[in-house]
């Protein structure tokens, strides 16, 4: 059975950074987990993105991050996501 991270938008951005000292706490989980993030994820990039606290655009990141560790968009019902996050 495939185990799933939804990752948040902090750890997306770290990713893309390469931060590794930032990542270490999560290390294993990114190792053992299919990675994924919500729409609300790309959304809060593009806001970032906007307001000059992120230096590229979220298609940039996010087509890097698929191509370098196979991240990809969740298809899981986003009001499923946040009950399961508030549990």
Same mark, same amino acid.
């Given at each position: 059975?495939?185990?799933?991270?939804?990752?948040?938008?902090?750890?997306?951005?770290?990713?893309?950074?390469?931060?590794?000292?930032?990542?270490?706490?999560?290390?294993?989980?990114?190792?053992?987990?299919?990675?994924?993030?919500?729409?609300? $994820?790309?959304? %809060? =990039?593009?806001?970032?993105?906007?307001?000059? !606290?992120? +230096? /590229?655009?979220? #298609? @940039? $990141?996010?087509? %890097? =991050?698929?191509?370098?560790?196979?991240?990809? !968009?969740? +298809? /899981?019902?986003? #009001? @499923? $996501?946040?009950?399961?996050?508030?549990?």
């Amino acid at each position: 059975m495939e185990t799933i991270a939804h990752l948040d938008s902090h750890l997306v951005a770290w990713l893309f950074a390469a931060e590794h000292k930032r990542l270490k706490p999560f290390a294993k989980t990114i190792d053992s987990h299919t990675l994924v993030y919500s729409p609300m $994820v790309e959304f %809060e =990039l593009q806001y970032l993105y906007e307001i000059g !606290r992120f +230096t /590229a655009p979220p #298609a @940039r $990141v996010l087509a %890097e =991050l698929t191509a370098r560790i196979g991240l990809r !968009r969740s +298809t /899981a019902d986003f #009001a @499923r $996501v946040v009950e399961a996050s508030l549990a």
